[in-house]
Every structure is written in C-alpha cells, then in structure tokens.
T-cell receptor, first 115, second 114 residues
Framework: AQSVSQHNHHVILSEAASLELGCNYSYGGTVNLFWYVQYPGQHLQLLLKYFSGDPLVKGIKGFEAEFIKSKFSFNLRKPSVQWSDTAEYFCAVSLGSSNTGKLIFGQGTTLQVKP | GAVVSQHPSRVICKSGTSVKIECRSLDFQATTMFWYRQFPKKSLMLMATSNEGSKATYEQGVEKDKFLINHASLTLSTLTVTSAHPEDSSFYIC??????????FGSGTRLTVV
C-alpha cells in the first residue's frame, strides 16, 4: 500500500536556525506532492505543492521543497526559522497525473521554535 | 480564496447518541469532499471520499454504517457518527477538492463522547 513517511516527529530549533524536514513516499507511479502546516488551533494550510516541472518548489513564508524522484523524497526546507513557524507540518501525496485523487498524509512533524 | 466551513467546531455527546458534522464550501462548488480523522499526535487518516449525488467511498477498516456520509448538494457534505462511543472521540476534518483551488480544509470538529 502507498504510504508517506516523515522522519522527524518532533523538532526543536532556535530562531534563525535552518530547517529541513524529511518526507519519503512509497509509490512507483506519478505523484503530486504537498506540504501543509497546521498552526495551533487552526486548520491545515498549504505551504507548497509539486505537480511537475522544476523539482525545487518555493512556497509561502520562505519555505521550499525539493522533489528527488530517485529517492522518492520531498524534503521541506527553510533557511532561517522564526518563532511563528512553531506548528505541525504534514507531508502529503496524491496519486496519479492529475489533482483528483485522495491525499495520503505522513505522520506529521511538530516543530517548536524557541525565541 | 476557497473557504470550507466546518460546524460545529466542538461537540460533546453522550455515549449511544448520534452527532452530525457539516462541511460547507462557501464560495465554490465541490463535487468531491474528503473526511479525515486525526488522532492526538497522529496523522490525518482518510475515512471516506464523498461525491455529490452518489454514495461515499469508504477506506478499508472504516465502518460505513457507523460513519454516515451524505453529499446531497455541491456545497454541503455531512458526516454523522451514529451510536457514538468514547473511542469515537477524535478530531474530524473535512476537505473539499476543486480543479481551481486544489484541496481546501475545514477547521475541524473536536468530538468528545462521554
């Protein structure tokens, strides 16, 4: 069965530190890749997505992610985190060549940024 | 942008009763909506895919008779937890899918069964 794995369950960083959250998926076909953020008490918000084209995707709030097909990975990065980035981060995958499929989520990573 | 309104945000019910959760797309039509369940410190687990005018497609292991889904219009899908028990206590989230906006999520419903 298809699955999404996030390696880091809980990450604690100081402000201005660099961030990289790992995400791997298991599926051999075409995928669409997403990173979502859930701030405390709020709904899921899309950070960025990859459907095709340039594998380096830039999203909102200074986040970016790189799709490495050979590694089945879609890691999220931010050069310098802020206290306001404290949140839950989810990697998700939909299967197929069009954005019409169900989303499969990773386990989530809790990011805590210390001021 | 697209907005999905989910109601109620919190509900407490007695064991054995039923609870209905609504998911509305406010400024767009959604032929497809998804219902997720999120456990504490856990990922979102897809429960079912709700399609307007047809029966929902449930994921393996999800009891369709317990979690009734109705998608009677292009802007409303409902999830009814029937004969709720404490183990049904969880955070339920809906999501609408459109070609233009992709996936838009509701703010979730915290269900507590006592």
């Amino acid at each position: 069965a298809q699955s999404v794995s996030q390696h880091n369950h809980h990450v604690i960083l100081s402000e201005a530190a660099s961030l990289e959250l790992g995400c791997n998926y298991s599926y051999g076909g075409t995928v669409n890749l997403f990173w979502y953020v859930q701030y405390p008490g709020q709904h899921l918000q899309l950070l960025l997505k990859y459907f095709s084209g340039d594998p380096l995707v830039k999203g909102i709030k200074g986040f970016e992610a790189e799709f490495i097909k050979s590694k089945f990975s879609f890691n999220l990065r931010k050069p310098s985190v802020q206290w306001s980035d404290t949140a839950e981060y989810f990697c998700a995958v939909s299967l197929g060549s069009s954005n019409t499929g169900k989303l499969i989520f990773g386990q989530g990573t809790t990011l805590q940024v210390k001021p | 942008g697209a907005v999905v309104s989910q109601h109620p945000s919190r509900v407490i019910c007695k064991s054995g009763t039923s609870v209905k959760i609504e998911c509305r797309s406010l400024d767009f039509q959604a032929t497809t909506m998804f219902w997720y369940r999120q456990f504490p410190k856990k990922s979102l687990m897809l429960m079912a895919t709700s399609n307007e005018g047809s029966k929902a497609t449930y994921e393996q292991g999800v009891e369709k008779d317990k979690f009734l889904i109705n998608h009677a219009s292009l802007t409303l899908s409902t999830l009814t937890v029937t004969s709720a028990h404490p183990e049904d206590s969880s955070f339920y989230i809906c999501s609408a899918l459109t070609d233009r906006n992709g996936y838009t999520f509701g703010s979730g419903t915290r269900l507590t069964v006592v």
